[in-house]
């Protein structure tokens, strides 16, 4: 497995060859968050967005951490969520409960950047933690989500890019544009005092400034 890390400007940037050993560094990154803070808190407090996450912490369903995490210990809240029934093919619940919370080993009942879109209003909210959209440029266009002072207040943030189509919207993300540069949720990310951790494979980090994959 070759991995590429790098710290910039307070984040660190991990760069794998494929979507696979992202896969893998990422459940044993999320392993040991959960570990640490069910030591120290007894509790593991986790938020998850939709789309491709769930299929890349698909590992943690895996040996040796389908036998190893604490899940009974897991409170597992939404960052975003589509308004449509659970059971609906766009539900971001159905989507967790199906590809990552019902394999063969029993768990307990559950207790973009979210939904959240360039130069959308929304981005500048500052004090409700939750907020809806009905205008998403993604269906369904009906939402909610959380905001960026919950997301920021995060102790440990992940951002999860795959594939050559999610290059461009990384380099605007990560890298220094200018003051030209679109108001991008990933942009926004920057937690007040916690650690974020962008996660991309060789494609999507292709367009990012001095920076390759490990050979």
């Given at each position: 497995m070759s991995i590429s890390g790098v710290e910039k400007d307070r984040r660190e940037l991990r760069i794998h060859e494929n979507a696979a050993e992202l896969s893998s560094n990422l459940a044993e990154y999320i392993a040991e968050l959960s570990e640490a803070a069910v030591k120290e808190r007894g509790v593991f407090a986790v938020a998850l967005s939709g789309g491709s996450l769930i299929t890349l912490m698909g590992k943690l369903c895996e040996a040796p951490y389908i036998k190893t995490v604490d899940w009974a210990k897991w409170y597992?809240?939404?960052a975003?969520?589509?308004v449509v029934a659970k059971n609906h093919a766009d539900s971001n619940y159905k989507l967790a409960k199906d590809g990552l919370f019902s394999k063969e080993e029993p768990y307990p009942g559950l207790p973009v950047v979210a939904s959240l879109f360039p130069n959308h209003f929304v981005l500048n909210e500052k004090d409700q933690w939750v907020t809806f959209i009905t205008d998403?440029?993604?269906?369904p266009p009906e939402r909610i989500t959380f905001t960026f002072?919950?997301?920021n207040s995060a102790s440990n943030v992940?951002?999860?890019?795959t594939g050559s189509s999610k290059a461009e919207a990384a380099h605007l993300a990560i890298d220094d544009i200018g003051p030209d540069s679109p108001q991008l949720p990933a942009r926004m990310v920057q937690p007040i005092k916690g650690k974020l951790v962008w996660f991309l494979d060789a494609e999507a980090a292709s367009r990012l400034d001095g920076i390759k994959a490990s050979e």
């Open positions: 597992i809240f939404w975003d969520e589509r998403s440029p993604k269906p002072p919950v997301i992940a951002v999860v890019v």
